[in-house]
């Protein structure tokens, strides 16, 4: 990877020239940035830096990343995979995908750029984050296909009790009639980077159950982006063992990144190269 990330060369990246870039004077919304050169990366994140365009093939053409979303995006190779998989396998009638912690759009622009879906529902409750999704569609060309909402999805989807949203009997009503669900969590919580198996339970600030137990309220098609050492047992226990449950684990360079737990009425899915 090259020192000034806008002279380096691709490594993973379509034919097409980038697109006019924003003017650099433009001033970034408060805590959204477009580092140009690792000088300028919070030495904390400089490893996520050197992952380069696996991240954002399109980085240069001016992606927008907040500090905290450069561990936490889906890179860009694993979330076409994922969204190929999810176009496959959708239970027959759904045409809706609702992406309810959406980040900074990395599995969100994959949805969009499948065309599968008629829409994209993205939620997100970081204004700086979801700013950047925004932005970042823009870039990728399929602005025009997402829908946004800023603010916490269980209150939006009408999945908090004590809180209700204007927009949620008719999103309720499009989720249940059209709708699948992805959800890529924090997986914040003790130790899921050295754990052996990652305990689910402890996963914050939403376990996995309390996520499969909510989100299935408006749809049973639920899919959910875990850690690759999550105990598949808890996942057993919590959707029932009688129920079928699809585990995918996608990987870069030969490793795990992560799991995919596929909830719900999907079809076989047919895994190999994409
Ligand atoms: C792991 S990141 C998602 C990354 C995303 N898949 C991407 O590729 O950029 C989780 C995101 O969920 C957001 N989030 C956490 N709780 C939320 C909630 N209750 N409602 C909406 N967003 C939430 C966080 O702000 C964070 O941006």
């Given at each position: 990877m090259g020192r000034k990330r806008k002279?380096?060369?691709?490594?993973?990246?379509?034919?097409?020239?980038p697109l006019k870039r924003r003017p650099s004077t433009t001033p970034l919304p408060d805590g959204v940035h477009h580092y140009q050169n690792i000088d300028e990366v919070p030495w904390d994140i400089q490893k996520y830096w050197h992952q380069g365009y696996s991240i954002f093939s399109k980085y240069d053409d001016g992606v927008w990343m907040t500090d905290g979303s450069w561990y936490e995006v889906t890179h860009e190779s694993v979330a076409n995979t994922i969204a190929q998989h999810m176009a496959e396998a959708a239970p027959a009638g759904k045409?809706?995908?609702f992406d309810v912690m959406c980040g900074v759009g990395g599995n969100t622009i994959a949805f969009a750029l499948s065309g599968k879906w008629k829409r994209v529902y993205a939620i997100e409750k970081d204004a700086a984050t979801l700013a950047c999704a925004k932005h970042n569609a823009e870039i990728y060309g399929v602005a025009d296909r997402i829908t946004w909402f800023h603010g916490d999805c269980f209150e939006i989807l009408g999945l908090d009790e004590s809180?209700?949203?204007?927009t949620v009997e008719a999103l309720k009503a499009i989720a249940a009639n059209y709708g699948v669900i992805f959800a890529s969590p924090p997986w914040g919580g003790p130790g899921y980077r050295e754990a052996e198996v990652f305990d689910l339970d402890t996963m914050q600030p939403y376990s996995f159950g309390y996520l499969y137990e909510s989100l299935k309220k408006l749809t049973p098609n639920?899919?959910?982006?875990?850690?690759r050492t999550s105990d598949l047992r808890q996942i057993a226990k919590v959707?029932?063992?009688?129920?079928?449950?699809q585990i995918v684990h996608y990987c870069t360079k030969g490793s795990s990144r992560a799991l995919c737990a596929y909830l719900g009425d999907w079809g076989s899915?047919?895994?190999?190269?994409l």
């Open positions: 002279n380096a060369e691709r490594t993973e990246t379509s034919n097409e020239p045409s809706i995908i809180k209700k949203a204007n639920v899919v959910l982006y875990l850690p959707v029932g063992e009688d129920k079928k449950t899915l047919k895994l190999g190269d």
